[in-house]
């Protein structure tokens, strides 16, 4: 079903938006919550979370690309789980490497507040991205936006695992770069 249509069917308050939405996007969403969560169980629950806030936002939220909202619904949930579990048993794993990794360049919370706050920083990383080489973009959203590992990086890409981490590098310390030109405390 085309997206406009599952949108509507949410603005009239249709059930069938839900198994609509669960038939085009649950692969996709799975996909997000698992390579945060790492937990087939934990990733289930934040799709159906998932669904469930979807149909809370809207109305009055009308998504203009459904997946896009979907995806950030998700990993949000995710995130929010994955914190969640690591305070209470403090594990490592490729969330929190990933999130170490932009730690360099991305200014901690009480700086953010002290600082500027969240939205001039997102609109300042998107200006980035913008500005990159499209390889270099997508490398840099699937390790960071949908935390997906060095070694699935580099095999959908066709590069070498040596290859991703220096364009990684390279891409944070750009950022770091921009983000201090642009003025934000790092």
């Not at 079903?1 to 198994?19: G, Q």
């Not at 300042?124 to 390889?135: G, P, R, T, V």
């Not at 390279?170 to 770091?176: E, I, N």
Request: proline share 2%; hydrophobic share 40%.
């Amino acid at each position: 079903m085309d997206d406009n249509k599952i949108v509507e069917l949410y603005w009239n308050r249709d059930e069938t938006a839900i198994s609509e939405t669960k038939n085009k996007y649950s692969n996709y969403c799975f996909t997000i919550a698992n390579n945060i969560l790492h937990n087939q169980e934990d990733s289930e629950e934040a799709l159906n979370d998932t669904w469930l806030a979807a149909w809370n936002a809207m109305p009055p939220h009308h998504p203009l690309i459904l997946s896009t909202f979907l995806g950030k619904i998700t990993r949000n949930l995710s995130l929010n789980k994955w914190r969640m579990l690591s305070a209470e048993k403090r594990g490592g794993g490729i969330v929190a490497v990933s999130i170490d990794e932009l730690e360099e360049c991305i200014p901690d919370e009480r700086n953010l507040r002290e600082s500027l706050e969240a939205e001039i920083i997102a609109e300042s990383i998107n200006d980035f991205l913008a500005d990159l080489k499209e390889s270099e973009r997508k490398v840099f959203v699937c390790r960071y936006w949908y935390f997906d590992s060095i070694e699935e990086i580099a095999k959908r890409f066709g590069f070498s695992q040596s290859k991703v981490k220096m364009m990684l590098k390279r891409t944070r310390d750009k950022l770091k770069d921009y983000l201090i030109n642009e003025g934000v405390i790092v």
